[in-house]
């Protein structure tokens, strides 16, 4: 059996320097809720695990309406979900926190970790891409910012060096009258991974025209990304009916599904379009509320 090592290193310079060392195969560790799987299965390799959730710096979580909320690579679905004005001001990003697995995966599982996995169907994300959210990242040169819809480049695989770390999620503060939302297809009750994902995110005036909008697709492509013609078709005009039914097929005619035993293509596209006019009509209903 080979030998693994496992390093809780107190800061994010000394996660580095354990990343830095290439020879000994280091992996990030967070919740390991997909990670230790995917060891056990084979799938990934590593020889030194590294657990990130001893560094404080990756274990902050703010939430208000001046600041917006930062979310430390280290910190659970749980911990997020349970925020008091987490839900209140990005309920569509806690709608699918709360969604993964069950209370147990989410007192382990990590926003950051259900990003880097890179998994095409995770719940997570197209609700941080509707949120136009930032990630900072660390390296052996510094910081840098990559916004959360460039990621993840295909499936398991992210613009991340194997020797950079995810240190902070940051959703910008909403502007007056926005909201969010996100839904998911399963094909069971629960615990299974989504057929389609839908995250919104919209801006509405007084008068209910909708100024901003942003919709992003997850699980109808090797990645989630943000159906930008079905965003755009909302801005200037109502929420009404009309709108939704032109987001929904603008959605649907950008999906890029597979079929799989979950769902044939025609299928997903289909759900697509339902849940998009859902999330989006969800969106606004909160977003009214908040005009
Ligand atoms: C029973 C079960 C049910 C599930 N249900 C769902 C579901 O309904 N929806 C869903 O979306 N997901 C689901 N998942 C997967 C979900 O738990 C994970 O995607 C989780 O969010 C990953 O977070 P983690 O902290 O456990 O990551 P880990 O497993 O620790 O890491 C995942 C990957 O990301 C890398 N990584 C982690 N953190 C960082 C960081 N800060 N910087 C750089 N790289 C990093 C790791 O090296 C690894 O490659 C389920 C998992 C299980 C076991």
């Given at each position: 059996?080979?030998?693994?090592?496992y390093?809780?290193?107190?800061?994010?310079?000394?996660?580095?320097?354990?990343?830095?060392?290439?020879?000994?195969?280091p992996?990030?560790?967070?919740?390991?809720?997909d990670?230790?799987?995917?060891l056990?299965a084979g799938?990934?390799?590593?020889?030194?695990?590294?657990?990130?959730?001893?560094?404080?710096?990756?274990?902050?979580?703010?939430?208000?309406?001046?600041?917006?909320l930062?979310?430390g690579g280290?910190?659970?679905?749980?911990?997020l979900?349970?925020?008091p004005?987490?839900?209140?001001l990005?309920?569509?990003?806690i709608?699918?926190?709360?969604?993964?697995?069950?209370?147990?995966?989410?007192?382990?599982a990590?926003?950051?970790?259900n990003?880097?996995?890179?998994?095409?169907?995770?719940?997570?994300?197209?609700?941080?891409?509707?949120?136009?959210?930032?990630?900072i990242?660390?390296?052996?040169?510094?910081?840098r910012?990559?916004?959360?819809?460039?990621?993840?480049?295909?499936?398991?695989?992210?613009?991340?060096?194997?020797n950079e770390?995810?240190?902070?999620?940051?959703?910008?503060?909403?502007?007056?009258?926005a909201?969010?939302?996100?839904?998911?297809?399963?094909?069971?009750?629960?615990?299974?991974i989504?057929?389609?994902?839908?995250?919104?995110?919209l801006?509405?005036?007084?008068?209910?025209?909708c100024s901003?909008?942003?919709?992003?697709?997850?699980?109808?492509?090797?990645?989630?990304?943000?159906?930008?013609?079905?965003?755009?078709?909302?801005?200037?005009?109502?929420?009404?009916?009309?709108?939704?039914?032109?987001?929904?097929?603008?959605?649907?005619?950008?999906?890029q599904?597979?079929?799989d035993?979950?769902?044939?293509?025609e299928?997903?596209?289909e759900?697509?379009a339902?849940?998009?006019?859902?999330?989006?009509a969800?969106?606004?209903?909160?977003?009214?509320?908040?005009?």
């Amino acid at each position: 059996m080979r030998e693994l090592r496992y390093s809780a290193p107190a800061s994010v310079d000394e996660a580095l320097e354990c990343l830095a060392d290439g020879s000994q195969d280091p992996r990030i560790l967070a919740g390991g809720t997909d990670l230790l799987i995917q060891l056990r299965a084979g799938a990934r390799h590593a020889r030194h695990l590294v657990d990130i959730k001893r560094i404080p710096e990756m274990n902050v979580l703010h939430a208000n309406a001046r600041t917006g909320l930062r979310v430390g690579g280290a910190v659970s679905c749980a911990e997020l979900v349970e925020h008091p004005a987490a839900g209140d001001l990005f309920p569509g990003l806690i709608e699918a926190a709360a969604l993964i697995g069950s209370t147990q995966i989410q007192n382990r599982a990590t926003l950051a970790g259900n990003l880097c996995n890179g998994s095409p169907a995770a719940d997570t994300t197209p609700a941080l891409l509707a949120l136009d959210t930032t990630c900072i990242i660390a390296g052996p040169a510094g910081r840098r910012e990559l916004s959360a819809a460039e990621v993840v480049t295909a499936p398991g695989r992210t613009l991340l060096a194997d020797n950079e770390l995810l240190v902070e999620i940051r959703v910008p503060p909403p502007p007056r009258g926005a909201s969010d939302a996100y839904q998911r297809l399963i094909p069971r009750s629960e615990m299974d991974i989504a057929v389609v994902g839908v995250g919104a995110s919209l801006v509405l005036e007084d008068d209910g025209t909708c100024s901003a909008a942003r919709i992003a697709l997850g699980a109808v492509g090797p990645r989630a990304f943000l159906a930008t013609q079905a965003a755009f078709s909302l801005v200037g005009g109502p929420i009404d009916e009309a709108a939704l039914e032109k987001a929904g097929t603008l959605a649907a005619d950008v999906a890029q599904p597979i079929s799989d035993k979950r769902g044939t293509t025609e299928y997903r596209r289909e759900i697509t379009a339902v849940l998009t006019r859902r999330v989006v009509a969800d969106a606004a209903r909160r977003a009214k509320g908040n005009v």
